[in-house]
C-alpha cells in the first residue's frame, strides 16, 4: 500500500505521519445491527482504490487492528513489519525514503501464502510440488470412490485423475434414471469401458451410443428389460463388447438372443442365469452367431434339454445359413454352467464329449437325471479341470470310478495302468448320498492332482479320509462338513500328511471334538477352520 501511495502522491505525503498523534488504543466503534456485515474485512480495511481516491482517509485507526477473518483466508495487518525480504531487489534513490518506507509501510500478509514460503524455506515438499506423473501413481491406489472425491478437489488432481491410465480395468456403476448430458463424455475420457446398470428407466440406446467402446455391460437383475429394449439397443454392431450379463432379467427371449448373435459376434461371456424364457432355440442362434463365446451361464434355464445342448455342441443339424457361415456349434467354448437344468440328462452330456473339447469347467450342480452313465462320457474329456456335481442323487461311486479311470479325465494316455498324468483340479461331490468310502479309494488313485475336494454330507468314514490324505499330499481345500463318522483320528492324520492344506470345513462333524481341532495345529500353511453354517466355498 505504502509502495502504491508513494508512487502515485509522492515523498511528501508520509512526512504528514510524524505531525498525527496516534492513541494508545483504537476507539470501539458501535455498529448498527443492521449493517453487521461491515464488521468483515470489507468494513474493516480500505480498499486499495479507495485509498487511491481519497487518501486523507488512510489513518491508524482504520487499519489498527491487528487480525481480520475474511471468507476466503485470514490476513493480519502489520503496521511496522519488516519487509526488506520481500522488497529487496527495488532500489530507490532517496536513501532516507527507502528507509522510512521499510519502518512504517502498512502490509496485508495472506496466512497461506506465509505458510507455503515458511514450507519453502525449510526445505520441505507439499503434494503441490508434486509432478503430474506422481500423482497418478498416488491416485492408481485409490478405490473408485476415492478416485471420484480426488477428482473434485482441485482442477490440478481432476487433469491428473481423469488419466485413462487412473481408471484401467474400473467398473462403473449407473442408474439409468434420466438423461445426463456430461455422464457418458466423462466415461469416455476416463477410458471406462465396463458399465454395470444398477437400475434402468429409460433406454439403453444413449449408453451404448455415448460409449462406443463399450467392453463389457452388466444389465443384471434389471427386471423390466424386456426384448424391445434390447431391439433398441443393440441395432449396431457392438465390435468391443465382450462380456454380457442378463442373468435375472426374466422377461429376455429367444429373439434378443438373435438381437445378440447378429450385433455382437465377439462376445466371449454370456450370462443368462435366471432366463427362464430361453429355450433350445436360443442356444441355436448362439452356436450359429457366437464363435468366440467362451463362457455361458444358463443355470435354472427350465426350458433347456439335450436337444438345446446339441446345437450348442455342434451334433444336432445346423441350418444351411448356418453351415455356410462356418456352423459347428461353439467349439471355443470352456465354461458351461448348467446349474438347475432339470431337462438336461445323460445324453447332454454325451453331446458335451463329441462337440465341446476344449471345455474346462462345468457345472451339473443339482441336475438331478444326470447319472453315472453321463460321468462315463465326460471321462473321455482331456481339457476338463473343475467339475461340480454338488447334489445329483444319481451319482455314486461307480460314476467316481469312471472319472478316475486310466484314460479318464485329464489324462494324457488311453490306456494302461492308473498312473498317467490326471489334470483335474476341482472335484465337488456334496450332498451326493451314494457317495461313499470307495469313491475315496477311485479318488486316491486316480485323481491324484486335486487342489480342491469337497465331500460336504457323503457317506464317508475315517477310513476313506485316512486314504485321501496320504493320496493327495497337494490337497489345498478339503469340506467334510455334515460328514457325522468324521471322528478326530481322521485329523490326525491330515495334520500328519496334508502339509499344504489351508482351508477345511467340519461343520456338523459332531464326532471331531477340541482334541482333534488342536491336533490340526501342526499345519503351517492352514488358515480357514470352519465350524460353523455359513462357509465360503
Known amino acids: 500500500m505504502a509502495s502504491v501511495l508513494s508512487g502515485w502522491y509522492g515523498y511528501n505525503l508520509f512526512n504528514i505521519a510524524n505531525f498525527i498523534e496516534y492513541e494508545p488504543l483504537p476507539k470501539r466503534r458501535k455498529l448498527d445491527k443492521q449493517n453487521a456485515y461491515r464488521t468483515t474485512a470489507t468494513a474493516a480495511c480500505v480498499d486499495t482504490s479507495a485509498c487511491a481516491g481519497d487518501y486523507a482517509e488512510l489513518s491508524h485507526k482504520d487499519c489498527s487492528s491487528s487480525r481480520i477473518q475474511s471468507a476466503g483466508s485470514s490476513s493480519i495487518y502489520r503496521p511496522f513489519a519488516d519487509t526488506h525480504h520481500i522488497h529487496h531487489h527495488h532500489h530507490s534513490r532517496h536513501t532516507k525514503s527507502k528507509k522510512f518506507q521499510e519502518n512504517e509501510k502498512v502490509e496485508v500478509v495472506d496466512l497461506h501464502d506465509e505458510e507455503e514460503e515458511e514450507v519453502d524455506n525449510d526445505g520441505k515438499t507439499t503434494i503441490e510440488h508434486l509432478f503430474p506423473e506422481i500423482l497418478c501413481l498416488i491416485f492408481q491406489k485409490l478405490d473408485r470412490q476415492s478416485k471420484g472425491r480426488a477428482a473434485q478437489v482441485c482442477s490440478r488432481w481432476r487433469d491428473a485423475v481423469y488419466l485413462k491410465s487412473i481408471w484401467k480395468g474400473c467398473e462403473a456403476r449407473l442408474h439409468l434414471r434420466r438423461s445426463n448430458p456430461t455422464l457418458f463424455p466423462s466415461l469416455v475420457r476416463r477410458g471406462i469401458r465396463r458399465v454395470q446398470v444398477l437400475s434402468l428407466r429409460k433406454s439403453l440406446r444413449e449408453l451404448v451410443t455415448g460409449v ?173 479341470r473343475d467339475l461340480n456335481l454338488r447334489s445329483c442323487d444319481n451319482v455314486s461311486d461307480i460314476g467316481i470310478g469312471f472319472l478316475s479311470s486310466a484314460g479318464g479325465v485329464g489324462s494324457s494316455s488311453s490306456g494302461g495302468g492308473g498312473g498317467g498324468s490326471p489334470l483335474l483340479d476341482r472335484l465337488d461331490v456334496s450332498f451326493c448320498d451314494r457317495v461313499t468310502d470307495s469313491s475315496m479309494a477311485h479318488i486316491g488313485s486316480g485323481m491324484t492332482g486335486l487342489s480342491s475336494l469337497s465331500l460336504s454330507a457323503c457317506q464317508i468314514t475315517d477310513c476313506g479320509v485316512v486314504r485321501i490324505s496320504r493320496d493327495l499330499p497337494n490337497l489345498v481345500v478339503l469340506n467334510i462338513g455334515q460328514c457325522g463318522k468324521v471322528t478326530d483320528d481322521a485329523m490326525k492324520t491330515i495334520a500328519a500328511n496334508m502339509k499344504a492344506l489351508r482351508s477345511i470345513d467340519l461343520y456338523g462333524c459332531t464326532k471331531v471334538t477340541a482334541a482333534g481341532i488342536q491336533a490340526l495345529d501342526k499345519l503351517d500353511h492352514l488358515k480357514i477352520v470352519n465350524r460353523g453354517l455359513w462357509h465360503q466355498f
Request: contains cysteine.
Open 212 to 384: 462406443p467402446s463399450l467392453h463389457s455391460l452388466n444389465l443384471s437383475g434389471c427386471y423390466n428389460l424386456s426384448d424391445s429394449a434390447l431391439d433398441t439397443a443393440l441395432n449396431r454392431d457392438l465390435p468391443n463388447l465382450t462380456s454380457l450379463n442378463l442373468s435375472l432379467c426374466k422377461d429376455v427371449t429367444d429373439n434378443s438372443l438373435g438381437r445378440i448373435a447378429t450385433h455382437c459376434k465377439n462376445l466371449e461371456n454370456l450370462d443368462l442365469g435366471g432366463c427362464t424364457k430361453i429355450t433350445n432355440t436360443g442356444l441355436l442362434l448362439i452356436s450359429w452367431g457366437l464363435k468366440r463365446i467362451k463362457r455361458l451361464n444358463l443355470r435354472s434355464c427350465w426350458q433347456i434339454s439335450d436337444h438345446g445342448i446339441g446345437h450348442l455342441a455342434g451334433v444336432n443339424g445346423q441350418p444351411a445359413a448356418a453351415a455356410a457361415a462356418g456352423g459347428g456349434g461353439a467349439r471355443l467354448l470352456e465354461d458351461l454352467c448348467l446349474q438347475d437344468c432339470q431337462k438336461v440328462t445323460d445324453e447332454a452330456l454325451k453331446h458335451i464329449a463329441d462337440g465341446l473339447t476344449a471345455i474346462r469347467r462345468i457345472n451339473l450342480s443339482f441336475c438331478l437325471s444326470v447319472t453315472d452313465t453321463g460321468l462315463k462320457s465326460l471321462s473321455r474329456v482331456k481339457s476338463l
